[in-house]
């Protein structure tokens, strides 16, 4: 059964920050690598995805994938207040997603 | 307009008794799950459907019980409720589950009393 262990568990930043989230995973048949947000009392929404090793950028976020290592990041340029919330890595590939438990971050202004 | 359509969006219920939880999407898509999130646990996976069938089941107790009418139908028939079991139950559907984002509905909030 895929493991997945999120760091750190909580964060706090300064608006304007960069942060940077880590996701290890240990199915090495792991296809999709998914970020998702979470804001307090909302549903996870989809953030970024990525499928091959290397990095892909949207806007202010990153993810960077490493499969050999088991472990993708995301990392976010200019941190601001509403992208406080509950980040949730999600490697997959298959009909049994796995979620970790996530990393709160408080960006405050 | 919502693509995926949860009912109730707040559900109080007694221990012993029986509740079904809705689920519809909208997004034409062929696969749908269910999670459970509550303060205690985080985002835990307990079904997933594709084409109407069950591709796999992380709920251990059979109090559970996916029901799919239809492709895009997934209810959730919960008996013999138990405190533990308050929770925010959150359906999601996706295109390909093999490599596709998931869109998650707006989830119903079950208390247990």
């Known amino acids: 059964q895929q493991k997945v262990q999120q760091s750190p568990e909580s964060l706090i930043v300064p608006e304007g920050a960069m942060t940077s989230l880590n996701c290890t995973f240990s199915?090495?048949?792991?296809?999709?690598f998914a970020w998702y947000r979470q804001h307090s009392g909302k549903a996870p929404k989809a953030l970024m995805s990525i499928f091959s090793n290397g990095e892909k950028e949207e806007g202010r976020f990153t993810i960077h994938l490493n499969k050999a290592s088991l472990h993708f990041s995301l990392h976010i340029r200019d941190s601001q207040p509403s992208d406080s919330a509950l980040y949730l890595c999600?490697?997959?590939?298959?009909?049994?997603?796995?979620f970790g438990k996530g990393t709160s971050l408080v960006v405050h202004p | 307009d919502p693509k995926i359509i949860q009912k109730p969006k707040y559900l109080v219920a007694v221990t012993g008794s029986e509740k079904i939880l809705i689920c519809e999407q909208y997004l034409g898509h062929n696969a749908m799950y269910w999670y459970r999130q509550s303060a205690k646990k985080p985002l835990e996976f307990m079904f997933s459907y594709s084409y109407q069938k069950l591709m796999d089941n992380q709920t251990a107790s059979s109090r559970f019980q996916p029901q799919s009418s239809k492709k895009n139908h997934l209810d959730l028939q919960i008996t013999a409720l138990k405190p533990d079991d308050s929770a925010t139950y959150f359906c999601a559907s996706s295109q390909d589950p093999r490599k596709d984002t998931q869109y998650f509905g707006p989830g119903t909030r079950l208390l247990v009393l």
């Open positions: 199915d090495s048949a792991s296809q999709y």
């Open positions: 999600a490697p997959g590939g298959n009909y049994k997603p796995t």
